[in-house]
Nanobody, 123 residues
Protein backbone atom coordinates (compact mmCIF):
# COMPACT_ATOMS: atom_id res chain seq x y z
CA UNK A 1 0.00 0.00 0.00
CA UNK A 2 0.93 3.63 -0.28
CA UNK A 3 0.22 6.68 1.88
CA UNK A 4 -1.55 9.51 0.10
CA UNK A 5 -2.08 13.17 1.01
CA UNK A 6 -4.33 15.45 -1.03
CA UNK A 7 -4.12 19.23 -1.27
CA UNK A 8 -5.33 22.07 -3.43
CA UNK A 9 -9.00 22.18 -2.54
CA UNK A 10 -10.81 25.38 -1.76
CA UNK A 11 -13.63 27.73 -2.67
CA UNK A 12 -14.06 28.72 -6.30
CA UNK A 13 -16.80 30.37 -8.32
CA UNK A 14 -18.73 28.46 -10.94
CA UNK A 15 -16.78 28.38 -14.19
CA UNK A 16 -13.48 28.56 -12.38
CA UNK A 17 -10.63 26.07 -12.09
CA UNK A 18 -8.75 24.22 -9.40
CA UNK A 19 -5.81 21.84 -9.47
CA UNK A 20 -5.76 19.12 -6.87
CA UNK A 21 -2.53 17.42 -5.90
CA UNK A 22 -1.90 14.05 -4.31
CA UNK A 23 1.47 13.31 -2.75
CA UNK A 24 2.40 9.66 -2.36
CA UNK A 25 4.90 8.36 0.14
CA UNK A 26 7.51 5.83 -0.80
CA UNK A 27 8.68 4.62 -4.15
CA UNK A 28 5.77 2.28 -4.80
CA UNK A 29 3.39 4.79 -6.38
CA UNK A 30 4.57 3.91 -9.87
CA UNK A 31 3.34 0.36 -9.29
CA UNK A 32 -0.29 1.43 -9.00
CA UNK A 33 -3.09 2.81 -11.06
CA UNK A 34 -4.02 6.09 -9.41
CA UNK A 35 -7.48 7.55 -9.23
CA UNK A 36 -9.64 10.32 -7.90
CA UNK A 37 -13.04 9.95 -6.26
CA UNK A 38 -15.39 12.45 -4.70
CA UNK A 39 -18.05 12.27 -2.04
CA UNK A 40 -20.84 14.47 -0.75
CA UNK A 41 -22.63 13.96 2.57
CA UNK A 42 -25.05 11.06 2.54
CA UNK A 43 -23.83 9.72 -0.78
CA UNK A 44 -21.40 7.00 -1.80
CA UNK A 45 -18.00 7.84 -3.17
CA UNK A 46 -18.19 8.63 -6.86
CA UNK A 47 -15.47 7.75 -9.35
CA UNK A 48 -13.92 10.74 -11.08
CA UNK A 49 -10.86 9.62 -13.05
CA UNK A 50 -7.94 7.20 -13.10
CA UNK A 51 -4.57 6.94 -14.79
CA UNK A 52 -2.32 4.04 -15.76
CA UNK A 53 1.11 3.31 -14.29
CA UNK A 54 2.93 5.16 -17.05
CA UNK A 55 0.41 7.94 -17.35
CA UNK A 56 -0.27 7.23 -21.00
CA UNK A 57 -3.80 5.95 -20.46
CA UNK A 58 -6.64 7.61 -18.58
CA UNK A 59 -10.36 7.14 -18.12
CA UNK A 60 -13.05 9.36 -16.67
CA UNK A 61 -16.58 9.38 -15.41
CA UNK A 62 -18.84 10.67 -18.17
CA UNK A 63 -19.79 13.83 -16.32
CA UNK A 64 -16.12 14.86 -15.97
CA UNK A 65 -14.96 14.17 -19.50
CA UNK A 66 -13.68 17.28 -21.19
CA UNK A 67 -13.59 19.28 -17.94
CA UNK A 68 -11.22 17.29 -15.70
CA UNK A 69 -7.73 16.02 -16.51
CA UNK A 70 -5.79 13.52 -14.45
CA UNK A 71 -2.01 13.33 -14.67
CA UNK A 72 0.88 11.89 -12.73
CA UNK A 73 4.56 12.54 -12.09
CA UNK A 74 6.11 9.28 -10.97
CA UNK A 75 9.54 10.83 -10.48
CA UNK A 76 8.11 13.10 -7.79
CA UNK A 77 5.41 10.71 -6.52
CA UNK A 78 2.58 13.07 -7.43
CA UNK A 79 -0.85 12.74 -8.99
CA UNK A 80 -2.91 15.71 -10.15
CA UNK A 81 -6.48 16.50 -11.05
CA UNK A 82 -6.99 19.63 -13.11
CA UNK A 83 -10.61 20.72 -12.86
CA UNK A 84 -11.97 23.32 -15.27
CA UNK A 85 -15.42 24.79 -15.88
CA UNK A 86 -16.41 23.89 -12.36
CA UNK A 87 -20.07 23.65 -11.46
CA UNK A 88 -21.81 23.87 -8.07
CA UNK A 89 -22.58 20.16 -8.37
CA UNK A 90 -18.84 19.48 -8.35
CA UNK A 91 -18.79 20.50 -4.69
CA UNK A 92 -17.50 17.52 -2.71
CA UNK A 93 -14.60 16.09 -0.78
CA UNK A 94 -12.11 14.76 -3.32
CA UNK A 95 -10.02 11.70 -2.55
CA UNK A 96 -6.90 10.28 -4.13
CA UNK A 97 -6.68 6.49 -4.23
CA UNK A 98 -4.55 3.63 -5.55
CA UNK A 99 -5.50 0.31 -7.13
CA UNK A 100 -3.90 -2.61 -8.93
CA UNK A 101 -6.70 -2.96 -11.44
CA UNK A 102 -6.79 -0.73 -14.49
CA UNK A 103 -10.26 0.04 -15.72
CA UNK A 104 -12.11 -0.28 -12.45
CA UNK A 105 -14.33 2.51 -11.17
CA UNK A 106 -15.40 0.75 -7.98
CA UNK A 107 -14.19 2.30 -4.76
CA UNK A 108 -13.90 -1.16 -3.18
CA UNK A 109 -11.19 -2.01 -5.70
CA UNK A 110 -8.96 0.82 -4.44
CA UNK A 111 -6.82 -0.17 -1.47
CA UNK A 112 -5.13 3.08 -0.40
CA UNK A 113 -6.85 6.39 0.28
CA UNK A 114 -5.93 9.89 1.28
CA UNK A 115 -7.82 11.95 3.83
CA UNK A 116 -9.56 14.07 1.21
CA UNK A 117 -9.63 17.74 0.27
CA UNK A 118 -12.77 19.88 0.18
CA UNK A 119 -13.80 21.57 -3.04
CA UNK A 120 -16.63 24.07 -2.89
CA UNK A 121 -18.02 25.69 -6.02
CA UNK A 122 -20.26 28.69 -5.48
CA UNK A 123 -22.94 29.72 -7.95
Amino acid sequence: QVQLVESGGGLVQAGGSLRLSCAASGRTMSMYIMGWFRQTPGKEREFVAAISWSGTSTYYADSMKGRFTISRDNANYMVYLQMNSLKPEDTAVYYCAATNGYGTTRSNDFHSWGQGTQVTVSS
